[in-house]
């Protein structure tokens, strides 16, 4: 390849990655930490709400639990209505209730969580956001059009590792093998960059093909839409294979709906409990009964069926007698993005690669720092060097402080999730207004991270102070999912604190050295000018 080919390659790689490289810092993080999702809302639940030991036998029928969850509740008998049943993870029952937007209902909770037992209903899965608020974050940063923001920088991502391995091809084995300790801080940055970037390699275009896959979905189901099927999209999605029922509303009241003998031909079927349990037009007679859940078999093991209740005829059936290749595409494409296709073994490493790639990001962006600090301005090269601080550990900060509003807010509070998502923003507004303010840039930098271990530290410390007797439950039921995630978090703290310790010492030895020579530099300076 020609040498001013690989210079402009470079140069886009650099510019490219430099402003993408905040969402995509947001994207690595807050889904590397989005593959524990579930266990995150098992440990934000487990202080609050012992878990029993997993009884199937002795639980309500999902019939009785639609009951419970739609009683006295004004929910919209057209609209489906969700169940989750309880599984050995989460021993039990959750139940989403779509309700009637016409009334004024804005006060009541819908999103229950219910004793399988007993039927009481425990509380309201909405006080705990904080899972579902960071895996909000990875695929559309919370925002109106974000899932299409996202697209457009996973599309700008998969051109960064093209390039990248262009750049580096000639080098890229050797290189992976050189790590020069004792060279310039920028060799050391450039070694870690290319060691980490080649060991994530395989796992950065899976992610980023299979990411790019889901948004270029919606971008060719709009065009499709739009062009070949004049805006008909149920017949685009029909021959794409992507079915869904739709109840039609008769107005007649259904007589003995068979929900729980046909929830148990599944289990039956599959010798697995199904996750998910959706009733549309509940109380009529041309309600539908959708039951998804997983097969257990093959690569992408799911399963999903749809019965109308008057007679118990199947309106579709996945997988069927005649599959559909896009549909089963899909599915891979959804089991290598999450990593749901093997156990917490195959989750560690996807998880332990995205941090990789977000350190990827932060050298990257310290490499362009360094490789222009002669040729830029000074107020640039701030700039970019405060964006990177603000955007990198302001990001982690504000999921630290995210985990201690969800210990810290009381339950029952009004709008506890809207609360915690406010804890995160205002931690980032004040971590951005730090970096942007403190004149070291280095000393923000261990300090924001010195902050952030100290968060990781307190979180199970307040869960051995306050919640000791939940710790204890946890150990003697089996359910440690609360003190795992204690653990994982306070290694955090360790680790991240570690790291504060060596560049604050790096950096007060750099200071040091740089206050010895200042007398021998006005020294040099001046005898030119006495002569």
């Known amino acids: 390849m020609r040498k001013e080919t690989i210079l402009n390659n470079t140069e886009a790689h650099g510019w490219l990655g430099l402003i993408i490289s905040a969402l995509l810092f947001v994207v690595f993080f807050t889904g590397s930490i989005s593959f524990f999702r579930h266990e995150i809302e098992q440990w934000a639940l487990q202080v609050h709400y012992q878990l029993e030991e997993y009884d199937p036998d002795g639980y309500l029928s999902v019939s009785e ?16 209505q969700f ?7 989460e021993p039990y029952y959750r139940a989403y209730v779509n309700v009637n937007l016409s009334e004024d209902i804005a006060s009541e909770d819908y999103y229950l969580l219910i004793n399988p037992k007993t039927g009481e209903i425990m509380g309201s899965m909405e006080d705990f956001f904080l899972a579902d608020f960071i895996y909000i974050l990875h695929y559309s940063l919370n925002l109106p059009l974000g899932s299409y923001l996202i697209g457009l920088v996973t599309l700008a991502f998969l051109y960064i590792i093209f390039s990248g391995v262009l750049i580096h091809a000639k080098d890229m084995i050797r ?10 801080a920028r060799s050391q940055l450039l070694d870690i960059h290319n060691i980490v970037g080649v060991i994530s390699l395989p796992y950065t275009i899976m992610l980023a093909v299979t990411g790019l896959i889901f948004n270029l979905l919606i971008i060719y189901q709009i065009a499709f839409a739009l062009i070949l099927y004049q805006g008909n999209t149920e017949a685009l999605l029909s021959d794409a294979g992507i079915v869904s029922s739709s109840a039609k509303w008769q107005n007649i009241a259904w007589q003995s709906p068979p929900i729980d003998e046909l929830y148990e031909q599944q289990i039956d079927r599959w010798s697995s409990i199904p996750t998910q349990v959706r009733i549309t037009g509940y109380g009529d007679h041309g309600a539908t009964l959708e039951l998804f859940g997983e097969t257990g078999e ?3 093991g799911r399963y999903s069926i749809s019965y109308n209740l008057s007679d118990r005829s199947v309106n579709y059936s996945d997988p069927g007698s005649d599959p559909n290749m896009v549909t089963q595409g899909i599915g891979v494409v959804g089991s290598l993005h999450f990593g749901n296709f093997a156990g917490i073994d195959l989750r560690t490493i996807y998880f332990l690669l995205g941090l990789a790639v977000c350190a990827l990001i932060v050298t990257g962006n310290m490499l362009w720092v360094r490789q222009r600090e002669k040729t830029l301005s000074s107020a640039a090269v701030n700039f970019v060097g405060r964006f990177t601080l603000a955007s990198t550990a302001g990001v982690a900060l504000a999921c630290a402080a995210a985990f201690i509003a969800e210990r810290l807010l009381p339950m029952g509070l009004t709008d506890r999730g809207g609360m915690l998502v406010n804890c995160f923003i205002s931690t980032l507004l004040a971590a ?14 261990v300090r924001l991270l010195q902050c952030f271990a100290a968060l990781c530290a307190l979180i199970p410390l307040i869960d051995i102070v306050l919640f000791s007797d939940a710790l204890s439950a946890a150990a003697r039921s089996g359910h440690l999912t609360l003190i795992s995630v204690d653990v994982v978090i306070l290694s955090f703290a360790l680790l991240v604190g570690y790291i504060s310790w060596h560049l604050g010492k790096q950096g007060g030895q750099a200071t040091k050295q740089q206050t010895a020579k200042e007398p021998l530099s006005s020294t040099d300076f001046s005898a030119p000018t006495s002569q």
Do not use: C, H, M
């Open 298 to 300: 093959g690569f992408n």
């Open 83 to 89: 169940v989750y049943p309880p599984t050995e993870a």
């Open 175 to 184: 290189g992976f093998f050189r790590y020069r300790s004792d060279g310039r």
């Open 65 to 80: 639990i639609f009951e419970i969850a739609l009683e006295g509740r004004a929910y919209n008998p057209q609209e489906p």
């Open 432 to 445: 951005t207004g730090y970096a942007w303010l403190v004149k070291n840039r280095s000393l923000a930098l």
